[in-house]
C-alpha cells in the first residue's frame, strides 16, 4: 500500500515538473515575441495600416481647429507632415488631439506611434523619447494687449511681470528660468492663454513666433512686440517617436528630408499659415 501511495506521488511530481517547465518554456517565448513587436514597431505600424500621431491642435499654424465643409477638423503645418509621413509608410493616419505635456506619455506607453507638436527636442525630453532631426527652427516672441503695449518694449521689461506659457513648453522653462521675478501662468492651451491675456489676467505671453504672430492676427486686440526675439535655447522642432525605436526614428528622417529636397516643408507653412488667419 505504501509503495502505491510513493508511486503515485512520484507519477504527481514529475507531471507537475512538466507541466511548469511547459509554462516557463511558453513564458520565455511570450516576453520575446512581445520584444520582438516592440523593436519592430515600423513593421508593426505597417502591419495594421495605421500611423496614431499625437498633438495638441491649439498651436497654429503648427496644428489647429478649423472648420472644413461644415465639419470640424485638425489641420495646420504639423498635419500636413504626418499625412505625408503616413502615405509614405502606405498607411492611414489616425490623430489623437490630447494636452502637450501628456503626448510623451501617450508614446511610452504605446498608444501613440509618433508625436508631431512643434516639439523641441531638449534633454530632458530626449530623455523619454526618440528624436528625428529638426524640421522648422524658430524663435520666440512677446504677445501683449495692445492697450499695454507701451509697457514692454524690451526684454527686461518682463521682468516682474504677469507671464502666460503653456504647461510643458520651452516657453515655460525659459520664463521661469530667465525673467526676473516672473509670475508664470502656466496653462494648458494657447487659446487659455490668449483669453487671458485678451481680459487682462496675465501682462503678456510668450509663444514661438510663427504661433504669436497667427495669435495677433486672429485677434484684433492682441498684437506681437516688435524688438523683442528671444531666442529659445533650443535647435528647432522634431518629430518625436518612443525611446529606443531607432529603426523608426531613422525611416522618419529619410521621409523629411525628402519632403525638404521637394521645398514642401516651405509649401505647407505658408499654406497653415494663410488658413490659420
Not at 80 to 98: C, H, N, P, Q, S
Not at 194 to 202: D, E, G, Q, S
Not at 228 to 255: C, F, H, M, P, R
Request: net charge negative; proline share 2%; with cysteine.
Amino acid at each position: 500500500m505504501k509503495k502505491k501511495i510513493s508511486l503515485f506521488i512520484a507519477v504527481i511530481l514529475i507531471l507537475s515538473s512538466l507541466v511548469a517547465g511547459c509554462g516557463t518554456k511558453e513564458e520565455v517565448n511570450s516576453e520575446k515575441n512581445g520584444s520582438e513587436v516592440e523593436d519592430n514597431s515600423l513593421e508593426k505600424i505597417k502591419k495594421k495600416g495605421k500611423l496614431v500621431l499625437g498633438t495638441s491642435a491649439d498651436y497654429p499654424p503648427f496644428e489647429f481647429h478649423t472648420m472644413v465643409d461644415g465639419k470640424d477638423e485638425i489641420v495646420g503645418f504639423d498635419i500636413e507632415i504626418a499625412k505625408y509621413i503616413a502615405d509614405e509608410l502606405g498607411v492611414e493616419l489616425e490623430i489623437k488631439d490630447m494636452e502637450f505635456d501628456k503626448l510623451l506619455g501617450g508614446l511610452s506607453t504605446g498608444m501613440l506611434d509618433i508625436v508631431v507638436a512643434g516639439m523641441n527636442p531638449d534633454p530632458e525630453r530626449e530623455k523619454e523619447a526618440n528624436f528625428t532631426d529638426i524640421y522648422y527652427e524658430a524663435n520666440l516672441s512677446v504677445l501683449v494687449n495692445k492697450e499695454d503695449a507701451s509697457q514692454i518694449n524690451k526684454l527686461e521689461d518682463l521682468n516682474g511681470k504677469s507671464i502666460g506659457v503653456q504647461i510643458g513648453t520651452t516657453q515655460e522653462k525659459f520664463a521661469k528660468t530667465e525673467i526676473k521675478d516672473a509670475d508664470v501662468k502656466s496653462l494648458s492651451t494657447n487659446p487659455d492663454i490668449a483669453m487671458n491675456l485678451k481680459t487682462k489676467k496675465i501682462d503678456c505671453a510668450i509663444m514661438e513666433a510663427p504661433v504669436a504672430e497667427s495669435f495677433a492676427s486672429s485677434n484684433d486686440n492682441l498684437m506681437v512686440v516688435e524688438g523683442v526675439n528671444i531666442d529659445s535655447g533650443s535647435d528647432g522642432v522634431a518629430i518625436a517617436v518612443k525611446k529606443g525605436n531607432d529603426e523608426l526614428t531613422v525611416k522618419l528622417n529619410e521621409i523629411l528630408a525628402e519632403a525638404k529636397d521637394k521645398g514642401l516643408m516651405d509649401k505647407w507653412f505658408i499654406e497653415a499659415d494663410k488658413q490659420s488667419n
